[in-house]
């Protein structure tokens, strides 16, 4: 085996360059929020939730404290609750099935795909039965799902299509923006995603009025009108500190992902290792590239020797959900989602971001190669 040497630690993901880059703005925005006490909700949360929902091509979008909130507040929006089943699919962050059990429904989970390891439209069907209310599909990676075969799916036997664009934001399904196909959408904004808050945030586009509505009495204690209650509700805004700086980095969005395609197009033409295989890519699916997802046979050989070449790939997602012993009562066994499967013990992340340096891509490159 050959090694090559290295001038730094070159990490999957590294935040530092982009914050340095917008600080100056990031901080008056947060001096505005500051001087302003607009701190939850109001004014700087109202200005990204428009600017957001024009990203996405939707009437609304409602800013939330974080993905897993926006994702639990579009169940409870659909009315899902206990007795129901939820179609997620077994690859994908375990926040997607949190949300249905968190209103007590049950998760039921669906195998990727072998090649694009998004949820494979044609074993959704042999899962739906009568307590089937709707499916909820993860343009994971960054990458969209086989958006119309599975929408009509639901369109066939009368579900509800959620997106799952936690990791997506401004990725494209022939040429439209993910976020506006389901009845709703749910995005994080963690720090680590293309669009990520300087702390905990969340997001839920849609365009339909009843939706909308609902989701902002949910997260505001179920309170249309200060102090009357008109549904359990919670506290799930966003704070107007991370609306401010959402807005702020928006801008930035595109050139930022248009930075990662670049880099993802190098890694998809010029690493020649047969013994690495990447994520197919339909040509339908415009990806945004959250994560350059790999597999490889023997993944932890692959890992020491990455490291040993300063290179630190990570590892999206080791158990599938199905499989995870949160969700043992549920009696998955192993062999039922094979490809999820076979993905967790086989998959790295590469390094991945807009600011890594063509040196540092060729780096990444060159060190495959001579694996
Ligand atoms: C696919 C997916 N869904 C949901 C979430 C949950 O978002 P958050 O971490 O903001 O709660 C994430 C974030 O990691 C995610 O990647």
């Known amino acids: 085996m050959n090694t090559v040497a290295v001038p730094h630690k070159i990490a999957c993901l590294d935040l530092k ?29 109202e200005e990204f939730e428009k600017k957001f929902a024009a990203f996405c091509h939707t009437k609304y979008a409602v800013g939330v404290n974080n993905g897993t909130s926006a994702l639990y507040l579009a169940m409870l929006a659909l009315g899902i609750g206990k007795g129901d089943e939820v179609i997620v699919p077994a690859n994908t962050f375990i926040a ?16 990727c795909t072998d090649d694009t390891w998004q949820i494979d439209a ?10 089937t209310k709707a499916v909820v599909g993860v343009h994971l990676y960054g990458q969209p799902f086989d958006i119309e075969s599975v929408a009509a799916i639901c369109h066939k036997h009368g579900l509800y299509l959620v997106e799952d664009a936690a990791q997506a934001q401004g990725a494209q399904y022939k040429g439209i923006p993910v976020g506006c196909f389901g009845e709703m959408a749910c995005f994080s ?13 969340g997001g839920i586009t849609t365009s339909k009025d009843v939706y909308y509505k609902h989701l ?3 997260r505001n204690h179920g309170s249309e ?21 959402l807005t702020v980095k928006l801008k930035y969005l595109r050139g ?73 009562h549920l009696k998955y066994q192993e062999g039922d989602c094979p490809n999820a499967e076979y993905l967790a013990s086989h998959c790295l992340s590469l390094p991945m971001y807009a600011e890594l340096t063509d040196k540092e891509v060729e780096h990444v490159i060159d060190v495959l190669n001579r694996y």
């Open 256 to 328: 930022w992902n248009n930075r990662r395609k670049e880099i993802a197009r190098r890694y998809q033409n010029e690493i020649d290792n047969i013994q690495i295989t990447v994520q197919a890519q339909p040509e339908w699916a415009a990806s945004v590239y959250h994560l350059f997802v790999i597999t490889t046979d023997d993944r932890d050989r692959l890992s020491k020797y990455l490291n040993e070449n300063n290179i630190y790939p990570g590892l999206h997602y080791p158990v599938p959900c199905h499989l995870q012993k949160a969700y043992s």
């Open 96 to 111: 997607t099935a949190w949300a249905v059990s968190y209103t007590g429904a049950t998760p039921v989970f669906v195998d």
């Open 225 to 245: 009108v200060r102090y009357y209650h008109d549904e359990i509700g919670f506290n799930m805004r966003m704070s107007g500190l991370e609306g401010a700086a």
């Open 189 to 201: 904004f963690y720090p680590g995603k293309n669009l990520g808050a300087c702390g905990e945030a």
């Open 17 to 45: 360059g982009q914050h340095q880059q917008i600080k100056k703005e990031v901080f008056e925005a947060f001096e505005k929020v500051y001087d302003t006490t607009a701190f939850s909700g109001g004014p700087f949360v």
């Open 216 to 218: 902002l009495s949910l």
């Open 122 to 131: 044609a074993k959704i069907e042999e899962k739906i039965n009568a307590n």
